[in-house]
């Protein structure tokens, strides 16, 4: 009985998360001179705050740190717009894509934004791989790497071969959806929040729908914006093929709602023109 226990024991501590000391991030104003290259000519709000959080290259199957080199860290460029009155935690922005970046320089004029942030820090981030989140994927290649005369396979892998030898096959690697959802929970714990409240977009929904599904007790809200179906992956042609399909659809039933209502008197053409 006691071997059992033993192993139940053993079993069951296997399965918890590991609990690891929550980052630090030194948030300054993004205005600081250091920051200039985040935006470019792109002035960012006086009140936008700027800062690092570093992460693990490579985690263990329970959200450790497999990165036993120090050099082998990610740095997650974050910024935080801060509530305005009464302070009830964070809302992270996930981005979409993949490979869109998650900081915006004019992200306090973005209308919801407005009533969200007299309660709540707006906090946006560049996932890993991405932006000012280093390090960066980069897939520059020569010019005879781009010539025209070769085909288009070979296009594809010399793209490939450039991105692996720039960026690094071990970086490159460790740069998907299950280390985004590890990162957005380290990013909940240096925020100091207990659970998730987060707004995702696109992609970022099919990220939002993992971390939800790994980590069910950290979140409070989290509201899906152009949700991806995470079970139903497909090749970029299909998805923006039925992407297409989507938008007309959608317009259709603009135009026929605009053909029964008054709108319609003051247009002078076409409604699908």
Known sequence: MRKIITHFKVVLTLLLPVTVSAQQIQWQSCMASQFNHWFGEEKPSPDLLCGYLSVPLKYTDTGGDASYEKKSQVKLALTKLPAKSKHKGSILIISGGPG????????????PVTNLRESWDIIGFDPRGV?????????????????????????VLNKINACIHN????????????????????????????QLTAVAYSYGTQI????????????RSIVLDGVVDIDDL?????????????????????????AR???????????RQ
């Open 100 to 111: 869109l970046p998650g900081i915006n320089p004019y992200i306090n004029f973005d209308w």
């Open 131 to 155: 932006g000012q989140s280093t390090p960066t994927i980069n897939c520059r290649q020569s010019d005879t790497e781009t010539q025209e005369n070769i085909t288009e396979k070979q296009q």
């Open 167 to 194: 960026t690094g096959a071990e970086v490159i690697r460790h740069i998907g959806s299950n280390e985004a959802v590890y990162d957005i929970d380290r990013i909940r714990q240096a925020l100091g929040d207990k």
């Open 208 to 219: 939002a729908a993992l971390y939800a599904e790994r980590f069910p007790y950290n979140v």
């Open 234 to 258: 497909e090749d970029n042609f299909t998805w923006q093929l039925k992407q297409a399909q989507s938008y007309q659809e959608t317009f259709d039933r603009f135009a026929s709602w605009c």
């Open 261 to 271: 209502t008054k709108v319609a008197r003051f247009l002078q053409t076409e409604i």
